[in-house]
Every structure is written in C-alpha cells, then in structure tokens.
C-alpha cells in the first residue's frame, strides 16, 4: 500500500514562517492535497492540485510538490493557523485516496 | 452555499451493517463532481472510505471495497453509506465531503466541501 508519511508535530513562533512535509514515493508526480482541521471541527481544504488555495484561503498558505515530498508553508503564522494539518494524494497504482497520519501544528 | 449534512443512527452493533446518508443542499448532485465518504476514528487520522458520481460510478478504498456500497440518489439530492460486518474497530466520526478531483485532474481525491461529521460506534 501507498503511504504518505508526515512529522507529528511542528512548533512555530507567531509571524514566522511554518512548513510541514509530506513524504511519500515519487509523490511529486502525483497531486497534493492539504487539509486544515481544528480540534471537534471538519477539516479544510487548504492547498488542492500541489500549489492551489481555495476561495477564502489566506495567501499565507501555500505549497509546492517535487520528488518525493510535498511541502506546506505557512508564511507570517497567527495563532489561529494552530491546527492539525494532514497531506493527501491519490495513488493509480493501487486505486487509493492516502492520507498521511497529521501534523500538529502548534504557534507559541 | 453549498452545505452536506450526515444522517443515520449513531449505534449500530457489531456485525450488522452502518448505514449513512448525506443530504446535499445548495448545489445539485447531479453537477459534474464525485461525492465521498471519509472517516476519523477518535484520536486518529483521515481514512477515505469512497466516493460517487451521479450516475453511479464509484471508487472504492482497497481495505474497505469488499464491505462497502456507495449509492446515489439524485433525485433526493443525496448519496448513501452502506457498511457491512462492523466491528468496534469501524467505530469513528463518519463525514461525507464534495471531491472535486476527478472533474479537476482525472482522479478522486480533492475534498473542498465537507459536513460537519456523525458519530458511529459499533458496540453491543
């Protein structure tokens, strides 16, 4: 099976920059989603199709795809970016959508 | 605006069938997207269950396919979960989502849209 491996945690200071990775086997040649969810709420679409935002995503958030990691990046982090982030992609070879196990972001 | 709503009951006992609809408002069904499941056991991570096009055509995760029946039902303006043989490892918060991957780029997996999520435990 696919698999999409991410850190479980990254700390950032507020107005600095964040980036969480998302590795996985040739993932560069395959899209790139992220999704945003706060604790008791339903994730968020963030970043779709590598480096896209969807309407009313800030443009502090964006994200780029190459070999075998995608990365998402926070630019000027506010308190309210504290979430868990989780990349997803799909995989042709076994016919999955794979999403990795979550990255907790935390703004101190 | 576009809102999904999940239903169905909230305890279901072990091997006997969880079965969920989400209700679709503000957007036909019937637009050009595919419609998803996913679901998130307390504490864990994402796991995608399926999706659905209007006409009926599915994508079905690997570890699930032989226990899941994704349906649709346009006229309703809603699609459906059916999952068979749970156990209490089935036991997480159920949403359904709009995935507007294969419209996009040829493949599933691009949840823009999603409910606010329903509860299932399996226990007897």
């Known amino acids: 099976s696919y698999e999409l491996t991410q850190p479980p945690s990254v700390s950032v200071s507020p107005g600095q920059t964040a980036s969480i990775t998302c590795s996985g086997h040739k993932l560069g040649d395959k899209y790139a989603c992220w999704y945003q969810q706060k604790p008791g709420q339903s994730p968020v679409m963030v970043i779709y199709q590598d480096t896209k935002r969807p309407s009313g995503i800030p443009e502090r958030f964006s994200g780029s795809n190459s070999g075998n990691t995608a990365t998402l990046t926070i630019s000027g982090t506010q308190a309210m970016d504290e979430a868990e982030y989780y990349c997803?992609?799909?995989?042709?070879?076994?016919?999955?959508?794979?999403f990795g196990g979550g990255t907790k972001l935390t703004v101190l | 605006q576009v809102q999904l709503q999940e239903s169905g009951p909230g305890l279901v006992k072990p091997s006997e069938t969880l079965s969920l609809t989400c209700s679709v408002s503000g957007y036909s069904i019937s637009s050009g997207f595919y419609w998803g499941w996913i679901r998130q056991p307390p504490g864990k991570g994402l796991e995608w269950i399926g999706s659905i096009y209007e006409s009926g055509s599915t994508y079905y995760s690997p570890s699930l396919k032989s226990r899941v029946t994704i349906s649709v039902d346009a006229s309703e303006n809603e699609f459906s979960l059916r999952l068979r043989s749970v156990t209490a490892a089935d036991t997480a918060v159920y949403y359904c989502?709009?995935?507007?991957?294969?419209?996009?780029?040829?493949?599933?997996?691009?949840?823009?849209?999603w409910g606010q999520g329903t509860i299932v435990t399996v226990s007897s």
């Open positions: 997803q992609a799909w995989d042709s070879s076994t016919a999955d959508v794979v």
């Open positions: 989502a709009r995935d507007v991957g294969v419209a996009n780029w040829g493949s599933p997996g691009a949840f823009d849209i």
